[in-house]
């Protein structure tokens, strides 16, 4: 018997998608789930994914404050790569993102200036609400 699983598929150019994310009971806590989401992040860039995503229900707390650990943040908006559940999406659900580091150097430079353009963004944003 096995101690986790976890499916990845590259779902749309850059984009990964992270599912069924399964720990069996007597190994929780243990660093299991964080190991399998490093595996899973690590093939996902092999595959030129820059972001990866998963639905995680929020009322599913050790789950949450997990991805919250592993830099996924919950999505404003979904993507149009979610998948759909008899086709509308999974309600119960937040969708959480995580851009993923890159390892060709140029991709990491970019993926760095985008993230500060992002921060600023943001701020700017909330102070125009003001």
Same mark, same amino acid.
């Given at each position: ?18 599912? #069924?994310?399964?720990?069996?009971? $007597? ?10 989401? @490093?595996?899973? %992040? &690590? ?13 995680? #229900?929020?009322?599913?707390?050790? $789950? ?10 919950? @999505?404003?908006? %979904? &993507? ?51």
């Amino acid at each position: 018997m096995g101690t986790g699983l976890l499916c990845v598929a590259a779902v749309s150019p850059g984009y990964a998608y992270i599912s #069924n994310v399964a720990v069996s009971t $007597a190994y929780r806590r243990s660093g299991v789930a964080v190991q399998l989401m @490093a595996e899973a %992040e &690590a093939l996902a860039v092999e595959w030129g994914c820059r972001t990866a995503g998963l639905h995680c #229900n929020p009322n599913n707390t050790a $789950a949450m404050q997990l991805y919250k650990r592993l830099k996924y943040k919950k @999505a404003a908006v %979904e &993507a149009p790569w979610m998948p759909y559940i008899q086709g509308r999406a999974p309600d119960r659900c937040y969708l959480l993102v995580k851009r993923l580091p890159q390892s060709d150097p140029q991709h990491q430079q970019q993926d760095d200036v985008e993230q500060k353009h992002e921060q600023q963004v943001v701020p700017a944003a909330a102070a125009a609400r003001l």
